[in-house]
């Protein structure tokens, strides 16, 4: 284990699974656990359990699952160590060495951490040079003061080939380093070079404040206009927003999204604390839940051309399955909020925001923005196009409200439009109802783990696998003498071998069989097949007897599929032999 297991003891006690789940979700104890919205998939029927006595959560949907630090990684996107050190501090306290192997990766993450940081304060100290008047006046002619500036550690790369790649390897950072850091690129013929060139720098600095990252902006029409950094090992986009370490302490009750680095500053420097943006890509679903962390309203000021609109359509999408109220801001009279805020100040841009429109009015404007509805054929296709968009809204009085204002847009009754929507809503819940028959699968394909990488070839072997499993982790008594009676290579699930031989080494050793001594130890999906299989329990017994139940049924289907033999003898002779003998009391 990376960690010793005294440490991770001490780290669980002081991290208690419920005490930090309720940090990401709302949680409503019933019996003996405590259920809520899975904050890993989308879902409006809480399905997430987390359960105090066994220290694990289990999504009843998506199936993930596992202990305190398992949540953490994948709530956070971290390593299994860097979630160990997150619980750390969190608890106040001090992380133990590790092992060689250990020690060298969390070396080589705080070495890339490190040089981010120099990197940022090359490019800050670069901006300020005075040869480098035309990236200030970049800068300052869009508006920004220098305190702005300094805030967000804005910088210029120079037109160099090689400047950054000198200034840090005079520091003593390797190329290698600089290469993993996403700051300097290989060419075909494998010369080096820096990545960033003659570009304004926007550090992308992570909630831990931590650089892990930039975007580069030209200061003419060249292309391409932004050029971000890769994916590194500290820095995913997706996982990401652009000044959240700013905007988390906030204090509005909603945040606001922007398109670009230049559209958030100017938001923040007009006194909009509350905005951020996504990193070069269209918002994701990790993003969205990011910011359901932090608020329950979410503004979307996106550009006001075509392009803007449409991205403003896909995040309505992705942040509605968060549960979030989506407003969208119209912006007259200028294609953003910084060009507006120019223009009319920040106070008409609060106003703006106080008016913005509900997502759904937003959607039905973009759909009669595509027909002339002073055409009747178009009117038609518009009621249609309309309909279908309100068939999907939950709430029946939303929808009434805006199958209204739709019908009054085009000129028909209200009445008109319900019966449009009603047929659309019938061909909706028939669509729906299809796809619900297509996902039923045979008891077979039920018994298998949610995640298909990890699929049983023997169903009926594998699922008394998990029964012996769920047995040795409630009473670890039962696993004495275990080895020979159930030898390992017996399974037919490689990852449930692989959880058996875990269980027996921890019983040699002396440790404690639970879920705790599985972190680090299991890839996520495999840690997530184990808490399904202890979040169901065992119900008081003889457990004696279901273990030599279920320990025969893997005997009988290694006997049928001919890998159970003993000296050359009939396999099935030998496995009533055995059979026999568990009769007689002299094995289990």
Not at 91 to 99: D, H, I, K, R, T
Not at 203 to 215: C, E, H, K, S, T
Not at 264 to 281: E, R, Y
């Amino acid at each position: 284990m990376p960690f010793d297991r005294i440490f991770l003891d001490e780290l669980s006690a002081r991290n208690d699974i419920v005490d930090v789940v309720s940090q990401y979700v709302q949680l409503k104890k019933s019996g003996a656990n405590y259920f809520g919205l899975c904050p890993f998939h989308n879902e409006k029927t809480g399905s997430f359990s987390v359960s105090p006595d066994k220290q694990i959560f289990h999504c009843f949907g998506c199936g993930a699952g596992g202990g305190v630090i398992t949540f953490v990684m994948k709530a956070e996107g971290l390593s299994f160590p860097d979630a160990v050190r997150y619980l750390a501090d969190r608890a106040g306290m001090q992380v133990p060495e590790q092992g060689e192997e250990e020690r060298r990766a969390a070396r080589h993450r705080d070495r890339l951490y490190a040089l981010c940081r120099d990197a940022a304060r090359f490019y800050y100290d670069t901006l300020w040079k005075p040869e480098n008047r035309a990236p200030q006046q970049y800068f300052i002619g869009r508006g920004l003061s220098r305190r702005t500036m300094n805030r967000f550690g804005l910088g210029y790369a120079p037109d160099s080939f090689h400047a950054l790649m000198d200034a840090m390897t005079a520091k003593g950072y390797t190329r290698d380093e600089l290469l993993d850091a996403g700051l300097v690129s290989r060419s075909e013929k494998g010369r080096i070079y820096d990545r960033f060139r003659n570009r304004v720098m926007f550090p992308i600095i992570d909630v831990r404040g931590n650089v892990i990252a930039f975007g580069g902006r030209v200061m003419d029409d060249s292309k391409p206009k932004y050029l971000n950094s890769p994916e590194t090992p500290i820095f995913h986009k997706s996982r990401n927003l652009f000044a959240l370490n700013l905007s988390k302490t906030t204090k509005n009750d909603y945040f606001i999204l922007a398109e670009g680095y230049m559209d958030v500053i100017a938001l923040h420097q007009a006194g909009f604390d509350s905005a951020v943006a996504s990193l070069g890509t269209s918002l994701t679903e990790e993003q969205a839940r990011i910011i359901a962390r932090h608020t329950e309203r979410i503004v979307i000021s996106y550009d006001a051309d075509g392009a803007g609109q449409s991205a403003a359509q896909r995040a309505i999408d992705i942040l509605k399955k968060c549960d979030l109220q989506v407003k969208v801001l119209r912006i007259p009279g200028a294609k953003d909020p910084d060009e507006f805020i120019k223009a009319r100040g920040a106070a008409a841009f609060r106003a703006l925001i106080e008016r913005s429109e509900d997502h759904n009015a937003f959607r039905i404007e973009q759909i009669a923005s595509k027909y002339d509805l002073e055409d009747d054929e178009a009117r038609v296709l518009f009621l249609k196009d309309a309909a279908r968009m309100l068939a999907g809204i939950e709430s029946s009085i939303e929808r009434e409200v805006y199958a209204g204002r739709a019908a009054k847009m085009a000129g028909v009754t209200p009445e008109a439009m319900a019966v449009e929507v009603r047929r659309e809503l019938g061909i909706q819940r028939k669509r729906r109802r299809a796809a619900e028959r297509r996902e039923i699968r045979s008891p077979v394909g039920l018994a298998q783990p949610k995640d298909r990488t990890l699929a049983y070839a023997d169903v009926k072997s594998a699922k008394a696998e998990e029964n012996v499993l769920r047995l040795l982790f409630t009473d670890q008594k039962l696993i004495h003498g275990m080895e020979e009676q159930l030898p390992a290579a017996w399974f037919s699930a490689p990852v449930l071998r692989k959880i058996y031989e875990r269980v027996l080494e921890l019983d040699r050793s002396g440790s404690l069989v639970d879920a705790l001594a599985f972190e680090g130890q299991l890839e996520t999906n495999e840690m997530s097949l184990l808490a399904g299989i202890l979040e169901q329990g065992v119900p008081p017994g003889d457990h004696r007897a279901e273990l030599r139940e279920y320990i025969n049924t893997i005997r009988l289907q290694r006997v049928k599929d001919g890998t159970l033999t003993q000296a050359g003898e009939d396999p099935l002779l030998t496995f009533g032999r055995m059979k026999n003998q568990n009769a007689g009391g002299q094995t289990i």
